[in-house]
């Protein structure tokens, strides 16, 4: 064999691995955590699919890597509130549920959010859930705060916190008394919208992401905040930092994150494998264990968390589940939410 | 032959970095330009040609308020900058007279550049935070009592962080401006009986104009344009216009609002640098 030939057998060697690779490698764009090595790879070795994880710091990533092209990613778990948006802008195809294993043992009151369906067909497969906790450090407080006013305590002054997302304007809502955030008229946004300027003085920093908020608890910048309930509390424990979470009296935002399939993938089968896996006592557990958050399986949750771990992530407390506002789809509504809060920002 | 490779090599050598400006800054500025006619319609935004996304960015007062805060920021960055850049480019090219010592210094201010930005804007969090650097010292010598919180995550850090990280284009020009005077101009100015201080103010000075103003129109362009400084070291009132363009491509999903910003930006910025042009070369040419 000449070089020539040796090289350009070298590389049909190479293309056609590649392609034949091609269909059992699934590429996710998700949180992270969701597609954890300590599970992930029980899962590749099981199922000979390999799994590429890019991840998202927000759900506001979701629609502008999707639209910038299609054909890299095969699946997406974007948030309740971001679902619909997925389904309305063509991105995601939908679920065939029958084979889906554990579909029927999802919680009913997942299976009947609308975000995640259209005309009767289901475009999400719920996957872990949790709460908007507010969360403060232990030492800063003698009597333990109860509620959301205690964000706007002129005595805590630079030292309060709030999530850099749309979100602010529901818990603002709420402390003006309008429980209806999802479906709040203009008059309702202005009125958060003031009371959010009210309170921006005393913010030292509105916190973007996960590994933030960490940073500002460590560094002793702030005592008092709203957050992704189990996830920044697990991190600030691990760190040392004793920090509390708690609902406050008016009520806390629920949310779900959902595997969704996006549309046209090659991949479908290994997609369909890794979905099982995911509602499955693995990915169940394996999510569970990474990132604290409570899971949408609640048979698989039994079978493989400790009755401490099932109790603590709320697993079997229907009440607790009923008493979140769960994300909501805000349709055409989302741009005045969205352009109140930047006006905050803005000011 | 010879000819036909001869133009070949001519065609190759124009065309392809007429290619790379064309494929690369002509296209998706017209792209830009495009979308900012578009109009938003939930889920995104459809093509359309009309000016409401720029009607909106000064009716409403949120991005009129977010484009002063920008302007001021980049203002004393500049300023900042010019203050601290001078004095040291004045003295390592007029007063050190160890040549060791002026290359040394020299890149003493260009060496941060190699540093990445992320990581130089990082450091100023652990310098100016509450159990920062700089409270653990200013208890130390016992000035404050207390840890104070003024340092980080306001708009001061922000003007301090930019101005770290962007002083050397504002030396370099300077330095160059001023090795090019020639020496016997002051010494001629001062053999007409006019003193240092004169000298300095109707002799260097206007002569290195042209380096100032380089360096302001360096300084203020990349400090106008920052998007990390706002995320790391800003605090709730740090917003400045690449923030807001990153949430309307973002979070807002409306790519038109913020195609328009990102235009009337490009509009900003590019009058600065053919105002600076312009003063340039009337500084080239020696009418001052």
Known sequence: MTPTKLITAGVLLALSTSTALAGNTINVLTWEGYSDPSFISTFEEQSGCKVNATYVGSNDDFAPKLMAGGGVYDLITPSIDTTKLMIDLDFVEPLDTAKIDNWDKIYPKFLGLDGIQKDGAYYGMPYVWGAIAFMYLDSAFSTPPTSIADLWNPDLKGKISLWDDKSSIYVAARKNGDMNIYDLSDEQIAKAQAALLEQKPLVRKYWATAGELVDLYKAGEVVISNTWAGYQSGLLAAEGVKVTEFIPTEGAEGWMDSWMVVKGTPNKECAYKFLNM???????????????????????????????????????????????MVWQPLGDRFEAYTNAWNAVKAQ | MTLIRRNLA???????????????????????????????????FKPAFQFGNYLTLFTDPQYLQVMLRTLKIALLVSLCSFLLAYPFAFYLVFRCKSAALRTWLYMAVIAPLWVSYLLRAYVW????????????????????????????????????????????FMVMPIYTALEKIPLNL???????????????????????????????????????????????????DGNLMANVIATQFGAALNWPLGSALAIVMLVVVLSIVSMSDRLERKGAAGGF
Request: net charge negative; aromatic share 14%.
């Open chain 1, 278 to 324: 995911q509602l499955s006592e693995l990915g169940q557990c394996g999510v569970a264990n990474i990132n604290g958050y409570s899971v949408t399986n609640p048979a698989a949750a039994k079978a493989c968390m400790s009755p401490e771990q099932y109790a603590a992530l709320h697993q079997e407390d229907p009440a607790y589940l009923d008493s979140l």
């Open chain 2, 125 to 168: 969090k652990t310098i100016l935070g509450t159990e920062g650097i700089l409270n653990s010292f200013l208890m130390s010598v016992g000035i404050i009592d207390q840890p104070s919180d003024i340092f980080l995550y306001n708009q001061f850090a922000m003007v301090v962080t930019l101005t770290y990280i962007f002083i050397p």
């Open chain 2, 186 to 236: 002051t010494e001629a100015s001062a053999d007409l009986g006019m003193g240092p201080w004169r000298s300095f103010w109707h002799v260097t000075l206007p002569l290195s104009l042209p380096g100032v103003a380089a360096g302001f129109t360096l300084t203020f362009c990349l400090s106008f344009g920052d998007f990390v400084a706002p995320f790391l070291v800003g605090g709730p």
């Open chain 2, 10 to 44: 001519g065609a190759l050598i124009l065309g392809i970095p007429f290619l790379w400006i064309a494929l690369f800054m002509l296209l998706p500025y017209g792209i830009i330009v495009t979308y900012s006619f578009w109009i938003k319609t939930y889920p995104t």
